[in-house]
C-alpha cells in the first residue's frame, strides 16, 4: 500500500517533466497569436485613453511586448508582458504572412507613440494601433 501512494504521489512530478520536455517546436503549436492580437489591441486601447504620457507609454509597451514577444524590437523586460502564456509574441507565432505584415506594422505604429512624449500624438498613434489590430483579429 505505501508503494502505491508513493508512485500516487509522483505523479504530478512526471505530468510536470513531460510537460517542461514539450519541443520547442511543438509549444509553439499550442501558442495563440489571435489572444496576443486581442491583448495588444486592448492595451492599445488603454493606452489611447490614458490622460498622461505615462500612461499611454506604459500601456504601448504592453501592446509591443505582446505583439513582438520576448525576442523581438523593441520588448521591455522591465515592463508587463501581458502575453506571456500565450505564447512568443503575436508576430512570431503568427504562421500567415499578410497578417504577419499587418502586425509588423502595427508594432511600427507602436514605437512610433513610444518615441514622442506629445500627449496627443502618442494617443493617436494608441488609438490608430487598436484600429489596426482590431482589423486583424
Not at 508503494?3 to 509553439?28: D, E, H, T, W
Not at 493606452?47 to 514577444?69: F, P, Q, Y
Not at 505604429?109 to 500627449?119: F, H, N, S
Amino acid at each position: 500500500m505505501s508503494r502505491f501512494l508513493s508512485l500516487k504521489a509522483s505523479i504530478p512530478f512526471v505530468v510536470g517533466a513531460a510537460i517542461m520536455a514539450v519541443p520547442p517546436v511543438l509549444q509553439q503549436a499550442f501558442a495563440d497569436a489571435a489572444s496576443e492580437v486581442v491583448n495588444a489591441q486592448t492595451h492599445a486601447g488603454l493606452a489611447a485613453a490614458s490622460t498622461k504620457i505615462e500612461g499611454v507609454h506604459t500601456h504601448l509597451h504592453h501592446a509591443l511586448n505582446c505583439l513582438v514577444g520576448p525576442a523581438g524590437q523593441g520588448f521591455d523586460a522591465k515592463q508587463m508582458n501581458p502575453c506571456a502564456q500565450a505564447g512568443s509574441g503575436a508576430i512570431p507565432d503568427t504562421t500567415d504572412a499578410a497578417k504577419k505584415k499587418n502586425l509588423e506594422a502595427a508594432a511600427a505604429k507602436v514605437r512610433e507613440g513610444l518615441a514622442t512624449t506629445d500627449l496627443a500624438a502618442a494617443q493617436k498613434a494608441a488609438s490608430e494601433t487598436a484600429g489596426m489590430l482590431k482589423a486583424d483579429e
